[in-house]
C-alpha cells in the first residue's frame, strides 16, 4: 500500500513562494510508473487541480497556475516538491499530494496540509 505525507510550512507571506514537500512510501514496484500530483482546496470550495510529474519526467499543469508552478521529483529520496510562487491569500487552502497508476488517476492521498497566506 503507498502512503505518501505532505510537509512544508503552514504560513507564508504575500508574493513569497510556497514549497511543499511529498514523502512516498509503501510498495515500490508499484509506484515506479506511477504520476505524481498535486490539488488543493481553498476553505468553502471544491477541489483544484494544480498539476502531476509522471514517471518519465513530464509535468502538466493548472493553465490557472501555469506560470507560477513547478513540480519536481526525488527518486532517490522518494520524494516529488511543489513550488508555487507570487502567492496571494487566494492561494490559502489544505493542500493534498496524490499519486497513481495513470495521468488521471489519483488512488493514493496524503493527509493534506493547511497553508495559509497572509501578512
Known amino acids: 500500500q503507498v502512503q505518501l505525507q505532505e510537509s512544508g510550512p503552514g504560513l507564508v507571506k504575500p508574493s513569497q513562494t510556497l514549497s511543499l514537500t511529498c514523502t512516498v512510501s509503501?510498495?515500490?514496484?508499484?509506484?515506479?510508473?506511477?504520476?505524481w500530483s498535486w490539488i488543493r482546496q481553498p476553505p468553502g470550495r471544491g477541489l483544484e487541480w494544480i498539476g502531476y510529474?509522471?514517471?518519465?519526467?513530464?509535468?502538466s499543469h493548472s493553465p490557472s497556475l501555469k506560470s507560477r508552478i513547478s513540480i519536481s521529483r526525488y527518486t532517490s529520496k522518494k520524494q516529488f516538491t511543489l513550488q508555487l510562487s507570487s502567492v496571494t491569500p487566494e492561494d490559502t487552502a489544505v493542500y493534498y499530494c496524490?499519486?497513481?497508476?495513470?495521468?488521471?488517476?489519483?488512488?493514493?492521498w496524503g493527509q493534506g496540509t493547511q497553508v495559509n497566506v497572509s501578512s
Open positions: 510529474i509522471g514517471y518519465s519526467g513530464g509535468t
Open positions: 509503501g510498495d515500490s514496484g508499484t509506484t515506479n510508473y506511477y504520476y
Open positions: 496524490a499519486g497513481g497508476n495513470s495521468s488521471w488517476s489519483l488512488d493514493s
